[in-house]
């Protein structure tokens, strides 16, 4: 997710990075699946995200794929009931 360089501002990269961010909603779906609470689901995602923003250059890739996502919106989906696999 965050190998892809989001940098130079296209409207493929707004594509690829709503793509992605709707990927994470299985993610979400999941912590609700596991009752986890605010804490501990917090815990999780900082974990998640230290492994995944791992480099600085994933870092850079993720900063600039927050830029890309800005200003747009997507509607959310639906938990599967197997979010967690």
């Not at 815990?43 to 870092?59: E, Q, V």
């Not at 996502?69 to 009931?81: A, K, N, R, V």
Request: aromatic content about 8%; glycine content about 8%.
């Amino acid at each position: 997710m965050f190998d892809y360089d989001y940098s130079a501002g296209t409207e493929i990269d707004t594509e690829v990075a709503l793509v992605n961010a709707m990927e994470f909603d299985a993610v979400v779906h999941c912590m609700m699946q596991l009752n986890l609470e605010w804490d501990d689901a917090t815990g999780s995602r900082r974990m998640i995200s230290a492994l995944i923003l791992n480099t600085k250059l994933r870092g850079e890739h993720y900063a600039n794929y927050n830029k890309a996502l800005d200003g747009t919106g997507s509607e959310g989906t639906e938990p599967t009931g197997d979010d967690c696999e």
